[in-house]
Every structure is written in structure tokens, then in C-alpha cells.
């Protein structure tokens, strides 16, 4: 079974030769383990962050041990309790191939629903993260949102969500196609290239009114016309800063962050784990709409193990349209 090791630490963007793939021999399963295949693993750019050897809401990866991050795989053989062969499980452990775990490692799902892989974004922590942050700051009917990073695994679930709640929603992403699928599927209102001039420019001329919720997938000029454009009482959901994560120096701060004090703003920071607790409504609420159709699942499919860091690293280049995942063969 092949798994991929940090192996150097990156300064600024990552590279190839801070990975190695190791090729790794299965143990005899112990009592109450269970042996799985991984068929599908995240990518995400929150494990940039893991990357670095600093103190953050999540340890940092060791050097020299595998990656991990969710993944969807299938039991190949159980001596635990509550899994036998065939479950769809979904774990912390991917970047591995096949991995031995013990039960309170796994979480059973439902295999009926399909792809599996939508296990890794919009009904897994992508979409638990769009869906958290929305209720963190009670979007309701009537409220216009914008959401950067719109066209990725959080952003084109939260813009969906907010449609299905009665939101006029705005989108800001960074390719002609990425623009397209936000418009012709997943019915946002007003998108823009933020490529293609200043932020802030391109905001006010969709969002004349001004906005009443940010969604903030990327920090940085984003997050800075955001604030400029909020109306008065508005709210920010500090869900990401991707702009910044490959940053060797801080980027320096919004120039307008008194903004918050003139216009009562509230800003309110998000950390998916927070939520696994609502895991089950979440399911049910989220569950039900994509069952129901009411919820485009757009995913980019990387295939083969040997395409994991490829995939990752592509987050930073905007290669992923909807959720990056990588399909295990
Ligand atoms: P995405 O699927 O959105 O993938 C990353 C996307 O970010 C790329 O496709 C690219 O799209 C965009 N991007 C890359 N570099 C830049 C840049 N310099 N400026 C602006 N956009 C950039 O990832 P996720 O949906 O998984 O995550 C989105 C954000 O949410 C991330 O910041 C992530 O860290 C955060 N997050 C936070 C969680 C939490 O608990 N707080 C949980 C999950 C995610 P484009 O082509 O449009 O540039």
C-alpha cells in the first residue's frame, strides 16, 4: 500500500519535494481492527497550515508520517464489532491507500448515495463548513451575499444554500468557466472574474446597494472591498484566507478595518470541527436537498495516489472547479 510522507517543510508555495510516496507494508489485522481501502481523498487547502510548524486549531504534520486529512473507503476486512466487509466508511486517513484502524476511527455512511466522494465535499466538512458558516451569522431571506472563492468546495455550496434560503447572492471566482458554472448551475445572481479588475470596482458595480453578508473564502483584497461595500449592521463570516497561505511575510492587514466600528459590523470567525455535533441535522438538511436535486455537486477528480500532491497543489492555482478530490484505483 502507498502512502505520501511530508517530507520538507515549505517556505511560500509548496513543491513536489516536500512529498515522497512510500510504499508501506500491511501488518496482520490485530483484534478489533479493520483493514480499509481508501476510494476517494480530500485535498484542501487548510492543510497548508499543516504544513508549518506552528501551534494552530490542528496540529501540525509530522515530517517523515503520512498526511491525513477525510477520506471515503471501503472495509476489506473487519475483526471489530459493528463493520464487516463491503461498509463505506468515511475517516481522517487519507493520503494512504489502505490503512488498519480501530472503530471510533471510522464513521459508517450511506452507500445508496452517490458519488461517494460527495462524502468529501458538499455532504462532508466543505459542505458542513457552508453550512455552519451561513447559520453562524443567520442568513435569512432577503439578504444579499457575497462569497468569494465562490466556485470552490465551501463557496458554490454556501451560494446554493443561500439561494434555497431566499438570499440575492453574488459571486466572485477566478476563470470565464468558473463564472459560468456559478451562473447556469448554481443559479447565483451576479458573479464576477476577480481576475479581471480591482475587487472592490467589480463589488460596486454589482452590488450597488451594498451587501449584507460576506462569506470570506480568501482574505486579502477581497475581504478589504467586502468591508467597503457592507452595509450598515452587516456580517462577515471569516471562514478562509487562502490568499494568504502561501504569503512567506504577512500580508498586511485591511487598510479599512474601522469599517466594523461605523458600520456595527460583526465579524465572526468559523472552524468546521466546531460543528460535528450538528453533523446529523446538517445530513438531513443537506442530505435532503441534494437527494432531492436542489443541490449541483460539481466535483474535479485527480486519479491515482500519484496524483494527490498534484491535486493539492493545484488548489493554489485555482485547477479545481467545485470539490478537489482525488479517486484512489
Ligand atoms: P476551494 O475548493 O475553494 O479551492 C481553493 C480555491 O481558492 C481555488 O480553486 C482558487 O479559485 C482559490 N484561490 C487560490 N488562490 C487564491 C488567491 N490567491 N486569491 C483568491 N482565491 C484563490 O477550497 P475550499 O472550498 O475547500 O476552501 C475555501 C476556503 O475555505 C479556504 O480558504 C479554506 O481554507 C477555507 N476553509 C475553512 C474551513 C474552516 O473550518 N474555517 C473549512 C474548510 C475550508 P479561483 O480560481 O477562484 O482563484
Not at 67 to 75: I, K, L, Q
Not at 188 to 217: C, S, T, W
Not at 299 to 304: D, H, Y
Request: aromatic share 8%.
Amino acid at each position: 500500500s502507498r502512502e505520501i510522507h511530508l517530507i520538507s517543510r515549505p517556505h511560500g508555495m509548496p513543491t513536489a519535494a516536500n512529498f515522497a510516496t512510500v510504499e508501506n507494508k500491511l501488518e496482520p489485522l490485530p483484534d478489533e481492527s479493520i483493514l480499509v481501502r481508501n476510494l476517494y481523498m480530500s485535498v484542501d487547502p487548510y492543510m497548508r497550515g499543516r504544513m508549518n510548524d506552528t501551534k494552530s486549531y490542528v496540529p501540525p504534520f509530522q515530517l517523515g508520517q503520512p498526511m491525513e486529512g477525510s477520506a471515503v473507503g471501503e472495509v476489506v476486512e473487519s475483526r471489530a464489532e459493528g463493520f464487516k466487509a463491503g461498509d463505506i466508511v468515511t475517516s481522517m486517513l487519507g493520503w494512504r491507500e489502505y490503512f488498519i484502524a480501530e472503530a471510533q476511527a471510522l464513521h459508517p455512511v450511506n452507500r445508496e448515495i452517490q458519488p461517494l466522494s460527495v462524502y468529501l465535499g458538499t455532504l462532508g466538512a466543505t459542505g458542513l463548513t457552508a453550512w455552519a458558516g451561513l447559520n453562524l451569522v443567520d442568513v435569512k431571506a432577503g439578504d444579499i451575499v457575497f462569497i468569494s472563492g465562490a466556485a470552490g468546495a465551501v463557496g458554490n455550496v454556501a451560494g446554493q444554500l443561500a439561494k434555497l434560503r431566499g438570499c440575492e447572492v453574488i459571486g466572485a471566482a477566478g476563470s470565464g468557466e468558473k463564472i459560468d458554472f456559478l451562473k447556469n448551475e448554481c443559479g447565483f445572481d451576479r458573479v464576477f472574474n476577480y481576475k479581471d479588475a480591482p475587487v472592490l470596482e467589480q463589488l460596486n458595480r454589482v452590488a450597488p446597494d451594498g451587501i449584507d453578508v460576506y462569506f470570506d473564502n480568501v482574505g486579502g483584497a477581497s475581504l478589504e472591498a467586502a468591508l467597503a461595500v457592507l452595509r450598515t449592521y452587516g456580517r462577515i463570516i471569516a471562514c478562509g484566507g487562502i490568499s494568504g497561505y502561501n504569503a512567506e511575510k504577512p500580508a498586511p492587514g485591511p487598510s479599512n478595518l474601522f469599517n466594523i466600528t461605523t458600520k456595527r459590523l460583526t465579524m465572526k470567525g468559523l472552524i468546521v470541527s466546531d460543528s460535528l455535533n450538528l453533523i446529523d441535522e446538517f445530513h438531513k438538511e443537506v442530505g435532503g436537498y441534494f437527494q432531492a436535486g436542489k443541490l449541483k455537486n460539481r466535483e474535479t477528480v485527480a486519479t491515482g495516489i500519484d496524483r494527490a500532491v498534484e491535486a493539492f497543489l493545484g488548489l493554489f492555482d485555482g485547477k479545481n472547479i467545485g470539490k478537489m478530490v482525488v479517486k484512489l484505483d
